[in-house]
């Protein structure tokens, strides 16, 4: 069950997500925040059943509500968070870029403020620091697959939460 994420539609080019109760669809209106808590949302409607919930965790999103990481291990909510850690709010970033050009303006003074670098965040210690188990930053992609068997096979077992925060490129939204 896929709780968020969508990637630029990705998640349908990846997963068969045609069947009800498969995916909770799009957050409204940019829904700040969003993931997290349609993530907790659906650890609490799918309890007690053998469904792995999924939530393709935007890193700008999470950091408007990271105690959600938090909710997820106090109630003991199994769920696999995967991070996609472009490290920047990149929807406000391409867009002030996108302003700032229109405006002959200097793009690298437009996008301050959106760009979550020095220091990066470290989403698998801030997931720690909670009460989640997790692993990352993740930046070769060749460690994925043994990181991705370690954290269902903990979710399985343990029934609580797993974060990989892994570092992903920006993708853009035109």
């Not at 003074?109 to 220091?119: A, C, S």
Request: charged share 20%.
């Amino acid at each position: 069950m896929v709780a968020n994420g969508h990637l630029q539609g990705w998640t349908h080019r990846i997963f068969s997500l045609d069947q009800p109760r498969q995916h909770l669809g799009r957050s409204g209106g940019g829904g700040l925040g969003y993931g997290i808590g349609a993530t907790i949302g659906a650890c609490l409607a799918f309890r007690n059943e053998e469904k792995l919930i999924v939530n393709i965790q935007s890193d700008g999103d999470l950091l408007f509500t990271p105690g959600g990481l938090w909710t997820l291990a106090h109630y003991k909510l199994p769920a696999l968070i995967i991070m996609n850690n472009n490290r920047s709010y990149y929807n406000s970033e391409e867009h002030q870029a996108s302003i700032a050009r229109f405006r002959n303006r200097n793009v690298e003074i437009g996008v301050t403020g959106t760009k979550l670098e020095d220091p990066f965040v470290d989403f698998a210690t801030l997931a720690k620091s909670m009460g989640v188990e997790a692993v990352g930053p993740l930046e070769n992609p060749y460690e994925i697959d043994v990181a991705l068997k370690k954290a269902i096979t903990y979710i399985k077992t343990e029934k609580k939460p797993f974060l990989l925060d892994i570092v992903t490129e920006k993708m853009s939204y035109k």
